[in-house]
């Protein structure tokens, strides 16, 4: 049982839940520390779990829909459900469980029943996000779109309402996931072309690619200043913003059009840096300003 979980959680990736989680509980801290949202540990548990179950349930679909293809891409046909390490029923029983536990777990935020009603279209559109390279060379930016509902559904979860706060963190993560995303997918290029599947380096080449990846990572710069700007945040979160930035620049200086051996490292190791530590200054901004 143990081992099954174990090759559960390594099906999802769930370490990189660093990506997102930390945005969805920046938006809550920024609302918690308006005067007429106070901290509810039911709150803090809702968005755990929402966000547990939600990007657990995508990826396990995501593997579902895509197993055949990982199977013929001789970089992804290890991976659990190619290479037999999981049965494609034991999956989605577990995607399924995940849907339920999302779903569920909105209820911790009753009486507010936007987090219930929004529930079910929401969980939807990341199912969704599994068919986009199937029709759309933009499907890096629907992933964005999917994770960038996270803080602005924490704040709707918390206060009812959406604001520009929420909003322009949100539009950190469009640019920020839909820029990595397009890193990863160099990888993929060729296969992705040899076999009609969508994506900005099949279609375009990676040179373009890892330019229009630079272009959107100066947008999440931008963002970032606005939403420091907008927040009233302090002189604390303006020092990680500048870090922040170098090390997108840096995470650029990493990837060559002829050279992608160190894309992992910059997809992986480089922003769960970005995310935890917007996290961390924003907190201790707000802390240090209380």
């Known amino acids: 049982m143990f081992r099954q979980l174990r090759h559960l959680l390594e099906l999802i990736r769930f370490s990189h839940t660093v990506f997102a989680l930390p945005f969805a509980l920046l938006s809550a801290i920024i609302a918690w520390h308006l005067p007429d949202s106070p901290f509810q540990w039911t709150h803090l548990l809702g968005i755990l779990l929402c966000m547990v179950f939600a990007r657990s349930a995508a990826m396990a679909f995501n593997r579902i829909v895509d197993r055949r293809i990982d199977a013929g891409n001789p970089r992804t046909a290890t991976r659990h459900l190619p290479a037999g390490i999981l049965s494609l ?22 009486p507010n029943q936007w987090p219930v009603i929004l529930s079910t279209p929401v969980l939807l559109f990341l199912l969704g996000y599994s068919y986009a390279k199937r029709f759309t060379l933009w499907c890096h930016y629907w992933l964005s779109a999917a994770l960038m509902l996270s803080p602005i559904c924490t704040w709707i979860a918390i206060r009812g309402e959406v604001a520009i706060t929420p909003a322009l963190l949100s539009c950190v993560i469009f640019f920020w996931v839909g820029g990595f995303d397009i890193l990863y997918a160099c990888q993929d290029a060729d296969y992705d072309r040899q076999n009609q599947l969508h994506s900005i380096p099949s279609r375009w080449g990676i040179p373009f690619a890892l330019r229009l990846a630079l272009f959107s990572h100066l947008l999440t710069i931008v963002a970032l200043f606005a939403l420091w700007h907008f927040a009233g945040l302090g002189f604390i979160f303006l020092t990680g913003v500048i870090a922040v930035s170098a090390l997108l620049l840096y995470e650029h200086s990493l990837v060559r059009p002829a050279d992608l051996s160190r894309v992992n490292l910059a997809f992986f190791n480089v922003n769960a840096v970005v995310s935890l530590g917007l996290l961390l200054i924003g907190a201790a901004d707000l802390w240090w300003s209380r």
């Open 89 to 110: 029923p034991a999956v989605v029983a577990f995607t399924f469980v995940c849907s339920a536990g999302f779903v569920a777990s909105t209820l911790l935020f009753l």
